[in-house]
Nanobody, 125 residues
């Protein structure tokens, strides 16, 4: 059974930093794209960042570019999201996602087959 388990969320003041981790089990995703999405209350789930299987290509939403960094450690089957200069509008549940088919990253949620349960990130002003 494939599982993606996020960790690292929490409460932080504006301007602070958090590092999210997503550990995959049940299969390896060394050749597959992985990504992060988020959903704020009353809003649709939105793309945050994605990374190619090799880590060589990354995509970011304009709202997080230059503040967030996605990375992966294939040896640990884990993907990370380093979030700096956090803003109250970054408050959301953050979800890790993995594709079973595609090695190239995508901003489209439909390209990902596996999802974590989410971790809450709250940024206070």
């Amino acid at each position: 059974q494939v599982q993606l388990v996020e960790s690292g969320g929490g409460l932080v003041q504006a301007g602070g930093s958090l590092r999210l981790s997503c550990a995959a089990s049940g299969r390896t995703f060394n050749n597959n794209a992985m990504g992060w999405f988020r959903q704020a209350p009353g809003k649709e789930r939105e793309f945050v960042a994605a990374i190619m299987w090799s880590g060589g290509t990354t995509y970011y939403a304009d709202s997080v570019k230059d503040r967030f960094t996605i990375s992966r450690d294939n040896a640990k089957n884990t993907v990370y999201l380093q979030m700096n200069s956090l803003k109250p509008e970054d408050t959301a549940v953050y979800y890790c996602a993995a594709s079973s088919q595609f090695s190239s990253p995508s901003r489209l949620a439909v390209r990902y087959d596996y999802w974590g349960q989410g971790t809450q990130v709250t940024v206070s002003s």
